[in-house]
């Protein structure tokens, strides 16, 4: 797929307080599976992450990077994260990249109610530049996420988060839009994020 067109440079960054084409036959319904619950007002809220829980695709600990996280909510969470698990509770990943991988990977076992990201937007977000490379903050409160379907994705910009190229989601389109004009990336839909980009970003 396609990146949604850039914007002007000229967008000025600003923060808000209270505030990634595919070969795969049949991608489009993949992606809808990250939230095929978009505006069910039964689907599950987010809630808080514990920093030190291992993420559910690469198992590292979830507290040790920077950069978005994610949540996802199954209707048989045994059917993906094993019977041995602590079942009841959401899948939990330490990027939106592993996010979007877990949910790829285990398409044919089930589908998640809903998916969660971190909202830029509806945090007060920094990017640290003291180490080798800029990173942006990670927020694990339950209100810093918002359904993946909702919001805009600023892909393989100059900012980090855990390993890997970054998708940053914002629920405001300006934004993001501002975030990819100071840290340069491409914005994508949520539905146009495929198997194939989220590889390009393991790199």
């Given at each position: ?51 030190d829980h291992a993420c559910d695709n690469c198992t590292m600990r979830i507290g040790n990077f920077g950069g978005s996280a ?134």
């Open positions: 797929m396609c990146p949604r067109d850039s914007p002007s440079s000229d967008n000025d960054l600003h923060r808000r307080a209270v505030l990634a084409g595919t070969a795969v036959v049949g991608f489009s319904a993949l992606a809808g599976c990250l939230d095929s619950s978009d505006g069910d007002a039964d689907a599950p809220d987010p809630i808080a992450i514990d920093p994610g949540q996802s909510f199954y209707d048989d969470p045994e059917a993906v994260l094993g019977p041995d698990d602590d079942t009841d509770r959401p899948a939990q990943f330490c990027s939106a990249r592993c996010t979007y991988t877990f949910t790829f990977d285990h398409e044919a076992e089930a589908e998640p109610v809903v998916s969660y990201l971190t909202d830029y937007s509806a945090v007060d977000w920094s990017v640290d530049t003291g180490g080798d490379a800029p990173t942006m903050s990670r927020h694990l409160d339950a209100d810093a996420f918002a359904p993946a379907a909702d919001l805009t994705l600023v892909v393989d910009s100059d900012v980090g988060g855990a390993m890997g190229g970054s998708l940053f989601g914002f629920s405001t389109a300006d934004d993001a839009e501002s975030f990819q004009a100071e840290y340069d990336g491409e914005l994508y839909d949520h539905e146009d994020v495929s198997p194939t980009l989220i590889q390009s970003l393991m790199g």
